[in-house]
């Protein structure tokens, strides 16, 4: 008998929103609530175009004024603005060797399916990360830092409460987002933070529903917060000892995910020669943290890096502060 090959398991028209719907289920199951998903950012993503514009109106702003019956009230303009988002447009392949496993499986195209999903979740993770480090340079560079709370210290390892990831510290990097810190709803931090804060016995766990699934999962939170330990978080080392470790808190929806439409997303090909069998997937998406405009100066191809999204000349704020959804706490541990 034959051996089983990639494309005798894979039937794009049932491959391709399989792998869409099940990487925003695991986007959300793992990343919490600071993803926001709606049809109308899904709609930008597949207008086409390297940048999507998102035009916006500003905040009504003015006293207001005594009614009179001898004078008309002044008529002041509606202010508005744009926010920017890039088009994320990403592929990788694999060879047949990776996917063995899978193709042993009941139903192999959804075994695959779950391996490639999961794969874009970890790499969105990634991407995203990315991006906050481009977002927050820009506003220490142009906004003075007013999202940032830094209570590190160089003598890393001679840090006390003061400079740690704790309740106080993590008040000090809400108070930077005014009263839009009452819609926090997750951190993600190191590990090594999360490992303090367990040795404090500050984590709980808490029981949360999974869809499509009638047993819930425990997660971890620290004052309420959805605890997301990520080491690609930035670490970097103290003028003089220890490390400083950045974390980022999230309100609801922080992050807008509009799922775009690559021309071919799955495609499976056969190096005969060499006796492979390929699958290639290709992802077109919006992974954009709301009220911060993509620049697009320092991007030298069709679409940006994980490099160029760490860059703070791509990044400029467009909404107030306080309708910000993200904070940036600097911490020894």
């Keep these: 008998m034959a051996a089983t090959k990639i494309s005798d398991v894979i039937v794009p028209d049932v491959f391709n929103p399989y792998v869409v719907e099940r990487t925003s289920e695991l986007t959300k199951i793992r990343m919490g609530g600071i993803v926001g998903q709606d049809e109308n950012l899904n709609a930008l993503a597949q207008r086409g175009g390297k940048l999507i514009n998102m035009p916006f109106w500003s905040d009504l702003t003015g006293d207001d004024e005594v009614l009179s019956d001898s004078g008309s009230l002044t008529v002041n303009a509606i202010g508005s603005g744009q926010d920017v988002a890039a088009l994320l447009m990403r592929g990788k392949a694999w060879g047949v060797n990776d996917l063995a496993k899978a193709l042993s499986g009941d139903d192999p195209m959804r075994a695959i399916g779950d391996l490639v999903a999961d794969y874009w979740v970890r790499k969105q993770q990634a991407t995203l990360i990315q991006t906050l480090e481009g977002v927050f340079a820009d506003n220490v560079a142009n906004d003075s830092g007013d999202m940032v709370s830094n209570v590190a210290i160089e003598d890393g390892d001679s840090a006390t409460s003061a400079s740690l990831l704790n309740g106080t510290t993590l008040v000090g990097a809400i108070a930077t987002m005014g009263d839009m810190g009452a819609e926090l709803e997750a951190i993600v931090m190191h590990s090594v933070c999360y490992n303090n804060l367990q040795i404090a016995q500050a984590i709980t766990l808490r029981n949360t529903a999974v869809p499509g699934s009638e047993t819930p ?102 909404y107030e502060r306080n309708n910000i959804r993200i904070a940036q706490l600097v911490t020894n541990g």
């Design 217 to 318: 999962i425990e997660i971890p939170t620290f004052h309420g917060l959805r605890v997301i330990v990520d080491d690609s978080c930035p670490v970097v080392a103290g003028g003089t000892s220890g490390y400083k470790y950045t974390s980022y808190l999230f309100a609801s929806g922080a992050i807008g995910l509009g799922e775009g439409s690559a021309p071919v997303p799955t495609e499976t090909d056969r190096d005969a020669l060499a006796g492979e069998d390929q699958l290639i997937t290709r992802r077109h998406y919006l992974l954009h943290p709301r009220g911060i405009a993509f620049q697009s100066g320092s991007v030298a191809g069709s679409s940006p890096t994980n490099a160029e999204l760490a860059l703070a000349a791509n990044w400029s704020r467009v």
